[in-house]
């Protein structure tokens, strides 16, 4: 019998690629642009060359590096196991310590690093969408929960409506919570992303000891990506960390089931749900989303042909918004017309990254579908 | 060979700046395969019509480039790898269903088409396209054609050869010949389009095929058998085709695949078991239902014990530990090899011991799998290529592998092709006077030896 090996080695080593192909049927950017140098295997093949000197650190390379959205479904599809997008994190790792990093994404490693948010304003900007909102007891103060609200919700005006219903779930259920306002930092990820994971831990430190000297037993998130890095980085960081993290809409699954929130009936309506890379494939939370949409008289759900484990990426995740905006338009067409084909009248969103990016491929196509927030879903079935 | 910066141009011209790579990553990323072979090519073009395809070929023509076609590359024999440079002209642009006729039973696509793309519209319009490769969701109608593609279905159904009426094809001075027509029957002239079927592109480079559609079967059942031992297996085999049913798939796993799997996914599989079948009937549900009660009591009077299933769900589950072999290889040794091997049904016992004398001989492990209902195995070879011993060991087996497929009335490959791998066995396996025409043609259809040089036949 053959012997077998770790299987860790196996999954971040770019030499296991076998070269099936079988990661380019499931690539966001291959299927857009039919490339090879675009998609999963021809990524790998770079990470090869790159590490047996055939291919030199370069602005090319990085370039490509960078048009990636990191949606991990080629790990999903992957045979032999490899750790896809961990391998590519390694190879941009080596690609920004070679000062290779794109320009744009520079700029936002430095708006996080000297404004602590991802578009480089004030952090007062931070308090726009609460303002004269009735959250002035609730900023910063001792509460058994945080709710982290991410730069995306806080900082771009259209998805105000996110983390303002997301508040209003919350208060009606009763629950004890708190916002940092104008004092919550960048989670760091988008770092991560760029390769520059050595620039997060002061970031998770200071995070984490902001949040527990509040008390809070709880950090919840609207934003995936925010969560992974708090429920999978930060503890690696911060071993000591003692907080339970919850995306919302694990925490409001909770808050219905047993009982503190009550759901009316809403207008018939049929609904599909969009999976967020960060929140699915990385962190395997599919089912909440979708007990709180079935939860929701009057709300029928129907899945895309890509769903959970296999949901197609919509372009907005790895930075490729920054790296390759034209690109994000594509992926994120092809999945709204998923969404099209499914005859629902809305696609609902556990990701605030993810409703921009379908909300604007919706725009551009002159697509009749709505898109919209699990929390505005929700809130249309608790009355004010 | 470098190409001069007036044939990039010239190519630039013909399909647009953006569609002609020549970065050293584009050309890392376009020089292989689905195996380990490498070579890289000197320019990847991306056409988007045929009449770009035809401007592409007649430069190449003329200055005497190398052409490489190409769609996902996830071939088996080295047949889309640049090893003399030349321009990759891939066709993954040219991806567009033309036509499905429901009365006709016809769907006319384009060579970029995916597979299994393919498949889901037609089936959505209650129609079927058995062929199904492994990779049936990246890989393209070019290239199956190319390679007459096969799969676990093509026991029932055949290959992709039956399934295809006519093609369009651009040859190698630049014109466009289509060859069969959308009739049922066609007895008029050589049936030319056959000619281009398995001949890797070193013909003419396909662009449109017009391919044969049945109705979609109503119901499918799977059974999944565990067999003590492998020579009951090989005599169920035997005994279900014997019994008159011809089922969809009669796939075989032997006691190294069974053990690959259960290492990797912990399915629960019988470790002293030494071959499980899986096998499936479609068709009308109540034949389907007698059919798979008749290949239960067969196997069960061969030995084994013996499940199940109907819904999707429950045959999945069923399909797991099949589907998992070739993701369970890769996690055992660096590098894998995957033959083709097709020998006639009754030899496959025959083969299969021979197999296992192989590895032995030459200390190679290998993992047999395939479609045993067909004769068609892939002995699998698991290795470390950058172990110059164990890589001289590997070839030697793989030279024995098609000895004995040839001694037993088998051949190299049965649905693969022949690509560069297989090549040096041609002699071995191919009438010298069959192989004398071979090359003839291959001559008189492309003189100048540009398309697909150094792959089936040429040297």
Same mark, same amino acid.
């Given at each position: 019998?053959?012997?077998?090996?770790?299987?860790?080695?196996?999954?971040?080593?770019?030499?296991?690629?076998?070269?099936?192909?079988?990661?380019?049927?499931?690539?966001?950017?291959?299927?857009?642009?039919?490339?090879?140098?675009?998609?999963?295997? $021809?990524?790998?093949?770079?990470?090869?060359?790159?590490?047996?000197?055939?291919?030199?650190?370069?602005?090319?390379?990085?370039?490509?590096?960078?048009?990636?959205?990191?949606?991990?479904?080629?790990?999903?599809?992957?045979?032999?196991?490899?750790?896809?997008?961990?391998?590519?994190?390694?190879?941009?790792?080596?690609?920004?310590?070679?000062?290779?990093?794109?320009?744009?994404?520079?700029?936002? %490693?430095?708006?996080?690093?000297?404004?602590?948010?991802?578009?480089?304003?004030?952090? @007062?900007?931070?308090?726009?969408?609460?303002?004269?909102?009735?959250?002035?007891?609730?900023?910063?103060?001792?509460?058994?929960?945080?709710?982290?609200?991410?730069?995306?919700?806080?900082?771009?005006?259209? $998805?105000?409506?996110?983390?303002? %219903?997301?508040?209003?779930?919350?208060?009606?259920?009763?629950?004890?919570?708190?916002?940092?306002?104008?004092?919550?930092?960048?989670? $760091?990820?988008?770092?991560?992303?760029? $390769?520059?994971?050595?620039?997060?831990?002061?970031?998770?430190?200071?995070?984490?000891?902001?949040?527990?000297?509040?008390?809070?037993?709880?950090?919840?998130?609207?934003?995936?990506?925010?969560?992974?890095?708090?429920?999978?980085?930060?503890?690696?960081?911060?071993?000591?960390?003692?907080?339970?993290?919850?995306?919302?809409?694990?925490?409001?699954?909770? %808050?219905?089931?047993?009982?503190?929130?009550?759901?009316? %009936?809403?207008?018939?309506?049929?609904?599909?749900?969009?999976?967020?890379?960060?929140?699915?494939?990385?962190?395997?939370?599919?089912?909440?989303?979708?007990?709180?949409? @079935?939860?929701?008289?009057?709300?029928?759900?129907?899945?895309?042909?890509?769903?959970?484990?296999?949901?197609?990426?919509?372009?907005?995740?790895?930075?490729?918004?920054?790296?390759?905006?034209?690109?994000?338009?594509?992926?994120?067409?092809?999945?709204? @017309?998923?969404?099209?084909?499914?005859?629902?009248?809305?696609?609902?969103?556990?990701?605030? @990254?993810?409703?921009?990016?379908?909300?604007?491929?919706?725009?551009?196509?002159?697509?009749?579908?709505?898109?919209?927030?699990?929390?505005?879903?929700?809130?249309?079935?608790?009355?004010? | 060979?470098?190409?001069?910066?007036?044939?990039?141009?010239?190519?630039?011209? !013909?399909?647009?700046?953006?569609?002609?790579?020549?970065?050293?990553?584009?050309?890392?990323?376009? /020089?292989?395969?689905?195996?380990?072979?490498?070579? +890289?090519?000197?320019?990847?073009?991306?056409?988007?019509?045929?009449?770009?395809?035809?401007?592409?070929?007649?430069?190449?023509?003329?200055?005497?480039?190398?052409? !490489?076609?190409?769609?996902?590359?996830?071939?088996?024999?080295?047949?889309?790898?640049?090893?003399?440079?030349?321009? *990759?002209?891939?066709?993954?642009?040219?991806?567009?269903? !033309?036509?499905?006729?429901?009365?006709?039973?016809?769907?006319?696509?384009?060579?970029?088409?995916?597979?299994?793309?393919? &498949?889901?519209?037609?089936?959505?319009?209650?129609?079927?396209?058995?062929?199904?490769?492994?990779?049936?969701?990246?890989?393209?109608?070019?290239?199956?054609? *190319?390679?007459?593609?096969?799969?676990?279905?093509?026991?029932?159904?055949?290959?992709?050869?039956?399934?295809?009426?006519?093609?369009?094809?651009?040859?190698?001075?630049?014109?466009?010949?289509?060859?069969?027509?959308?009739?049922?029957?066609?007895?008029?002239?050589?049936?030319?389009? +056959?000619?281009?079927?398995?001949?890797?592109?070193?013909?003419?480079?396909?662009?449109?095929?017009?391919?044969?559609?049945?109705?979609?079967?109503?119901?499918?059942?799977? /059974?999944?058998?565990?067999?003590?031992?492998?020579?009951?297996?090989?005599?169920?085999?035997?005994?279900?085709?014997?019994?008159?049913?011809?089922?969809?798939?009669?796939?075989?796993?032997?006691?190294?695949?069974?053990?690959?799997?259960?290492?990797?996914?912990?399915?629960?599989?019988?470790?002293?078991?030494?071959?499980?079948?899986?096998?499936?009937?479609?068709?009308?549900?109540? &034949?389907?239902?007698?059919?798979? *009660?008749?290949?239960?009591?067969?196997?069960?009077?061969?030995?084994?014990?013996?499940?199940? /299933?109907? /819904?999707?769900?429950?045959?999945?589950?069923?399909?797991?530990?099949?589907?998992?072999?070739?993701?369970?290889?890769?996690? &055992?040794? #660096?590098?894998?090899?995957?033959?083709?091997?097709?020998? #006639?049904?009754?030899?496959?016992?025959?083969?299969?011991?021979?197999?296992?004398?192989?590895?032995?001989?030459?200390?190679?492990?290998?993992?047999?799998?395939? +479609?045993?209902?067909?004769?068609?195995?892939?002995?699998?070879?698991?290795?470390?290529?950058?172990?110059?011993?164990?890589?001289?060991?590997?070839?030697?087996?793989?030279?024995?592998?098609?000895?004995?497929?040839?001694?037993?009335?088998?051949?190299?490959?049965?649905?693969?092709?022949?690509?560069?791998?297989?090549?040096?066995?041609?002699?071995?396996?191919?009438?010298?006077?069959?192989?004398?025409?071979?090359?003839?043609?291959?001559?008189?259809?492309?003189?100048?030896? !540009?398309?697909?040089?150094?792959?089936?036949?040429?040297?």
């Amino acid at each position: 019998m053959v012997e077998t090996r770790e299987v860790l080695d196996v999954q971040v080593d770019p030499w296991r690629c076998t070269r099936c192909g079988a990661c380019l049927a499931v690539c966001p950017t291959y299927r857009v642009l039919g490339r090879e140098t675009e998609s999963p295997r $021809g990524r790998l093949a770079l990470a090869r060359a790159m590490s047996d000197g055939r291919l030199e650190p370069g602005a090319h390379t990085a370039e490509l590096a960078y048009r990636c959205a990191l949606c991990a479904a080629c790990n999903n599809a992957c045979p032999s196991g490899l750790q896809v997008d961990h391998i590519l994190l390694g190879l941009r790792s080596q690609l920004a310590s070679h000062d290779l990093l794109p320009d744009a994404l520079k700029r936002l %490693q430095s708006a996080i690093a000297q404004k602590h948010n991802i578009l480089g304003e004030e952090q @007062q900007s931070r308090a726009l969408w609460y303002e004269g909102d009735g959250m002035g007891d609730r900023i910063n103060k001792q509460a058994e929960i945080v709710y982290f609200v991410g730069c995306v919700s806080a900082l771009f005006p259209s $998805g105000y409506a996110l983390p303002q %219903q997301t508040v209003r779930l919350m208060k009606a259920s009763g629950l004890d919570f708190t916002i940092l306002g104008g004092e919550e930092w960048c989670c $760091g990820y988008p770092l991560v992303l760029n $390769g520059r994971e050595d620039a997060v831990a002061d970031i998770a430190r200071n995070l984490v000891r902001h949040v527990q000297a509040l008390g809070a037993k709880t950090l919840v998130t609207s934003c995936p990506s925010c969560y992974h890095a708090w429920k999978h980085i930060y503890p690696e960081i911060v071993p000591d960390m003692k907080l339970e993290v919850l995306h919302v809409s694990e925490l409001l699954v909770r %808050q219905i089931r047993e009982g503190r929130l009550k759901l009316q %009936q809403v207008p018939p309506m049929t609904v599909t749900f969009h999976d967020s890379c960060d929140l699915g494939r990385r962190s395997k939370v599919y089912e909440p989303p979708r007990e709180l949409i @079935q939860a929701i008289p009057g709300i029928k759900l129907v899945e895309m042909r890509d769903n959970r484990a296999n949901a197609l990426c919509c372009g907005g995740g790895g930075n490729m918004e920054s790296a390759a905006p034209k690109l994000v338009e594509e992926a994120s067409a092809r999945r709204l @017309q998923q969404a099209v084909e499914t005859g629902a009248t809305a696609v609902v969103t556990a990701c605030p @990254q993810c409703r921009r990016t379908l909300t604007g491929a919706a725009r551009r196509g002159k697509v009749r579908m709505r898109v919209m927030d699990l929390a505005e879903l929700l809130a249309k079935a608790v009355p004010e | 060979m470098t190409l001069t910066d007036s044939v990039l141009n010239e190519l630039r011209e !013909i399909v647009g700046a953006e569609w002609v790579l020549t970065a050293p990553e584009d050309m890392l990323c376009y /020089a292989y395969d689905g195996t380990f072979s490498e070579g +890289h090519p000197d320019a990847v073009v991306l056409p988007a019509s045929v009449p770009e395809v035809q401007a592409i070929v007649r430069l190449a023509n003329r200055e005497g480039i190398p052409i !490489i076609p190409r769609g996902m590359g996830s071939g088996l024999a080295g047949a889309t790898v640049p090893f003399e440079g030349g321009i *990759a002209v891939t066709l993954t642009r040219m991806n567009r269903i !033309i036509e499905i006729d429901p009365v006709d039973m016809v769907a006319v696509v384009e060579a970029g088409v995916i597979t299994g793309d393919l &498949q889901s519209e037609v089936e959505a319009k209650g129609l079927f396209f058995p062929p199904d490769p492994s990779s049936l969701k990246h890989c393209t109608i070019g290239g199956n054609v *190319a390679c007459n593609a096969g799969g676990p279905r093509c026991l029932k159904y055949g290959v992709t050869r039956d399934y295809v009426m006519a093609i369009q094809v651009v040859l190698a001075d630049g014109r466009v010949m289509r060859v069969g027509t959308r009739t049922a029957k066609n007895a008029t002239g050589y049936s030319l389009s +056959h000619l281009f079927i398995s001949s890797e592109g070193t013909l003419g480079i396909v662009t449109e095929v017009t391919l044969r559609l049945l109705p979609l079967p109503r119901s499918v059942q799977t /059974a999944l058998a565990v067999f003590p031992r492998l020579s009951d297996a090989s005599e169920t085999v035997t005994a279900v085709l014997q019994a008159g049913i011809r089922p969809v798939t009669l796939e075989l796993m032997d006691e190294t695949a069974i053990r690959c799997v259960e290492d990797y996914l912990h399915l629960g599989l019988p470790l002293d078991a030494e071959a499980i079948l899986l096998i499936e009937c479609d068709g009308e549900e109540s &034949q389907v239902a007698s059919e798979i *009660a008749s290949v239960a009591r067969l196997c069960q009077e061969h030995g084994a014990s013996v499940k199940t /299933a109907s /819904a999707k769900k429950d045959r999945d589950d069923l399909w797991r530990a099949r589907r998992a072999i070739s993701g369970s290889l890769a996690r &055992q040794r #660096p590098n894998k090899l995957g033959e083709d091997i097709v020998v #006639p049904r009754h030899a496959i016992p025959a083969m299969v011991a021979r197999l296992k004398e192989i590895s032995r001989e030459f200390d190679v492990p290998i993992v047999i799998f395939g +479609h045993a209902g067909d004769g068609n195995l892939h002995p699998n070879m698991l290795f470390d290529r950058r172990n110059p011993e164990e890589w001289a060991r590997v070839q030697k087996c793989t030279a024995a592998i098609f000895e004995a497929s040839v001694e037993l009335g088998g051949t190299l490959s049965g649905e693969h092709g022949v690509g560069t791998l297989k090549r040096p066995y041609m002699s071995m396996a191919m009438d010298p006077v069959a192989l004398e025409t071979m090359k003839v043609i291959k001559q008189a259809l492309d003189p100048l030896d !540009i398309l697909n040089p150094g792959k089936v036949v040429t040297e």
